[in-house]
C-alpha cells in the first residue's frame, strides 16, 4: 500500500517548514558573514546538521501536497512534476555543502563562492510565507510587515559584510568589526552619513554610492507602503472606525437628537466587539452552493447548539433552515413586533433575552432566552401577533420569513409536528409573570 501524501495542513509538516525557515535566515546570515572574515567551517556536526535537513526537506516536498494555478495537487507524479519544474534545482544545489569541500581543498577558491548557492534557499521563503497566509496562522498585515523589515536586515547585512570584505582584500590596515560594519551601513543607508566611519579605496567608495542608491529605495518603499501596511494589520477594524466616523458625520449633519445618535452608536458598538460581520452573509452569496451551505453550518453552530430542537433533526433540515435564516440585532428596549402586526417570520434567539408583554404592553407574561424561539402562531393560524414582544437585552436573533417557513414545514413532516405540539403546549400552559417565575 503506497503511503499518502503530506497535506498542506498536516501539524508535522508545519512545523517541518517552521524549522526549514529558521535555517534558511540562519545560513542567510551566517554564509555571508563567514565569507567576508575567510573563516571556514568551525563546528562539523552543526554543518552535516544544515546539509542533512536540506537533503530531507527535497524528499518531503517530493511527498507533500502544493497548490498550481489554484489547484490541490494530491498525486505524486503530479507533486513531483511541478517541483522539479518550479524550486528543485535551486534546493539541489543549496544542498550541495561547498563551504565543507572548500576547506578540504583550500587553493580552489571557487568552491567558496559557490556556496552562495545556500541562498537560492530564500526562493523557498516565498512559498513558505504564503502557506502561512493561506493557513491563516497570522495576520496577513503583521506577515507582510515583518517581510519587509526581514528583507531591510538583510540586505543592511549583506552590505555590511562587502564592506568587511573589501577592507580584507584590499589589505587595509584593520578589519572593521562587524558592529562598526552594520553601523556604517544603516547610516549610510538611512542617508544619516555622520562621517566618523568613511570609503578610502575606490572600492569602498563604489560600495557606499551602492549603499546610498538602495537607501535611497528602500526610503521610497517605507514611505509608500509601510503606512498601508500598518493601517492594513487590523483593517477590520480600520473598516469600523471609519463607518462609524462616517455615520456620526452625517448624525452631526441632520442635527439628530442626542438620544438616537446614542442609540446608533450603541448598535454598532455590540456589533463590533461581538464581531457580528453583517458583510460576511453577502460574501456568502458569492459562494457556490454546497461551500455556501456547509460555511453556513460552521457560521451557525452555536445557534444549532442552542436551539434543542436541532439537535434532534438530520443534517439536510438543519441545512436548509439555517441557509434561509437572516440575522437581526435588537437593543435593550427595542419592539420586535406588536400585538396586532402581521406575522411575516418566525424568530430564533441566539443570544439575548426577550420579554413577553401582556395587553397592557406593560406586564411581562414570559422572559425567553436563547435557544428559544417566537412568532409560530401567527404563521400557523395566519393571524396577527397575539402578543408584543420587546426585547429585554442586547439581542441577536435570526429570522426565518413565511415563504421559507412554510417550505419547510411542507417538506420535512418533523418540524409541522413539533411546531404544532409546541403551539399546544403554548395554549394549554398559561404564561407566567416574570414576578411568579
Not at 489547484?71 to 513531483?80: G, N, V
Not at 456620526?248 to 461581538?274: A, E, G, M, P
Not at 413539533?418 to 403554548?426: A, D, G, L, V, W
Request: proline fraction near 3%.
Amino acid at each position: 500500500m503506497a503511503l499518502k501524501t503530506i497535506s498542506p495542513g498536516n501539524y508535522l509538516k508545519q512545523l517541518w517548514d517552521i524549522f526549514i525557515l529558521i535555517i534558511i535566515i540562519y545560513i542567510a546570515i551566517d554564509l555571508p558573514l563567514r565569507l567576508a572574515y575567510n573563516q571556514t567551517i568551525t563546528n562539523l556536526f552543526f554543518e552535516i546538521l544544515v546539509t542533512l535537513a536540506l537533503a530531507i526537506d527535497i524528499l518531503i516536498k517530493f511527498n507533500s501536497q502544493t497548490y498550481a494555478k489554484g489547484i490541490l495537487l494530491k498525486d505524486r507524479k503530479q507533486i513531483a512534476g511541478n517541483y522539479l519544474h518550479s524550486l528543485f534545482l535551486f534546493d539541489f544545489l543549496a544542498t550541495i555543502p561547498f563551504l565543507f569541500v572548500s576547506s578540504m581543498f583550500p587553493a580552489i577558491l571557487v568552491l567558496r563562492w559557490l556556496s552562495l548557492t545556500r541562498l537560492l534557499k530564500l526562493f523557498d521563503l516565498r512559498m513558505l510565507i504564503s502557506r502561512l497566509r493561506h493557513q491563516q496562522i497570522i495576520n496577513p498585515g503583521i506577515i507582510r510587515l515583518g517581510v519587509f523589515f526581514f528583507w531591510i536586515f538583510l540586505i543592511a547585512h549583506w552590505i555590511a559584510s562587502l564592506w568587511i570584505y573589501v577592507a580584507r582584500i584590499e589589505q587595509l590596515d584593520t578589519i572593521p568589526r562587524y558592529l562598526d560594519a552594520i553601523y556604517w551601513c544603516i547610516t549610510t543607508i538611512t542617508t544619516v552619513g555622520y562621517g566618523d566611519i568613511s570609503p578610502v579605496t575606490d572600492l569602498q567608495k563604489i560600495l557606499t554610492m551602492a549603499a546610498m542608491i538602495v537607501g535611497v529605495g528602500v526610503y521610497g518603499y517605507v514611505i509608500g507602503n509601510v503606512a498601508s501596511l500598518i493601517s492594513n494589520i487590523d483593517i477590520t477594524r480600520a473598516r469600523y472606525l471609519k463607518q462609524l466616523e462616517d455615520i456620526n458625520s452625517f448624525l452631526t449633519y441632520k442635527s439628530v437628537s442626542k438620544r438616537v445618535r446614542q442609540k446608533v452608536n450603541d448598535y454598532y458598538h455590540y456589533i463590533w466587539d461581538n464581531r457580528i460581520a453583517q458583510e460576511g452573509y453577502e460574501i456568502l452569496r458569492n459562494l457556490p452552493p454546497t461551500i455556501r451551505t456547509e460555511l453556513s453550518l460552521e457560521i451557525n453552530k452555536k445557534l444549532i447548539q442552542k436551539v434543542p430542537f436541532f439537535k434532534n433533526t438530520d443534517k439536510a433540515f438543519i441545512s436548509d433552515v439555517i441557509s434561509q435564516l437572516e440575522q437581526q440585532i435588537f437593543l435593550p428596549g427595542d419592539i420586535i413586533f406588536k400585538q396586532g402586526d402581521i406575522g411575516n417570520c418566525i424568530y430564533f434567539i441566539s443570544s439575548g433575552t426577550v420579554n413577553v408583554l401582556a395587553d397592557d404592553n406593560t406586564t411581562v407574561l414570559a422572559m425567553l432566552k436563547e435557544g428559544d424561539y417566537f412568532g409560530e402562531i401567527a404563521l400557523i393560524k395566519k393571524v396577527t401577533r397575539t402578543r408584543t414582544v420587546v426585547a429585554d437585552y442586547y439581542c441577536n436573533l435570526y429570522a426565518l420569513d413565511k415563504t421559507n417557513f412554510d417550505l419547510l414545514l411542507a417538506k420535512y413532516p418533523k418540524f409541522k409536528d413539533h411546531i404544532y405540539e409546541t403551539i399546544k403546549q403554548r395554549q394549554k400552559e398559561p404564561l407566567k409573570t416574570k414576578t411568579d417565575t
